[in-house]
């Protein structure tokens, strides 16, 4: 999502509210759904596919059992000719 997608700034915001709700309730199928197809993981241990996140989420190996946005949103829109704020 993002540039070319036609959200407005509260938009972005409920598809990020509801990644928190599929992260924290392990399920893969709605992760998935909200994730692009180059979409990457970076840890210490490296980087990992979406597959590989999906497929440790689906098997239980890997879960979340809290998700928390840190500090106030803000949401900029490029090419738009002002950037919504959005707290």
Not at 47 to 67: C, D, N, R, Y
Request: no cysteine.
């Amino acid at each position: 999502m993002g540039p070319g997608t036609g959200l407005n700034g509260d938009e972005l915001m409920a598809v990020t509210n509801d990644w928190v709700v599929a992260i924290v309730s392990n399920d893969a199928a709605r992760i998935a759904a909200l994730m692009a197809d180059e979409w990457v993981i970076v840890s210490d241990s490296g980087i990992s596919p979406k597959e590989e996140f999906l497929s440790l989420v689906a098997s239980g190996e890997l879960t979340h059992s809290a998700m928390e946005l840190v500090g106030d949103a803000r949401v900029r829109i490029y090419g738009m000719q002002r950037s919504p704020q959005v707290a």
